[in-house]
């Protein structure tokens, strides 16, 4: 079983940034996708962005595109992503999810979640 811990979440205003990261508790995370989910208020989780077991494939939804950017640190176990160009828009709890198959990560059919973090963007 796979416990992830994001952290990184904070408060900025509009046009700054932020790096999450997604720490997970086993060395066996490389032989896991990973991807970022997020949940604005009164709003269902919707999929940011995802990244392979080896990192070489990513896929971002399209509201993020060229603003964010998801990686991977093997060595470390820990995913990241990078925000930029924030906007009000990108305030949610985030969450990293991981699981063995990246198209179902993509999908947001996942196995293991972390607890979240917060972001929250003014304007």
């Known amino acids: 079983q796979v416990q992830l811990v994001e952290s990184g979440g904070g408060s900025v205003q509009a046009g700054g940034s932020l790096r999450l990261s997604c720490a997970a508790s086993?060395?066996?995370?490389?032989?896991?996708?990973v991807g970022w989910f997020r949940q604005a208020p009164g709003k269902e989780r919707e999929f940011v962005a995802a990244?392979?077991?080896?990192?070489?494939?990513?896929t971002y939804a399209d509201s993020v595109k060229g603003r964010f950017t998801i990686s991977r640190d093997i060595a470390k176990i820990t995913v990241y992503l990078q925000m930029n160009s924030l906007k009000p828009d990108d305030t949610a709890v985030y969450y990293c999810?991981?699981?063995?198959?990246?198209?179902?990560?993509?999908?947001?059919?996942?196995?293991?979640w972390g607890q979240g973090t917060q972001v929250t963007v003014s304007s």
């Open positions: 990244i392979s077991r080896s990192g070489g494939t990513t």
């Open positions: 999810a991981a699981d063995s198959d990246y198209y179902t990560v993509v999908a947001g059919i996942v196995g293991y």
């Open positions: 086993q060395r066996t995370f490389s032989n896991y996708a």
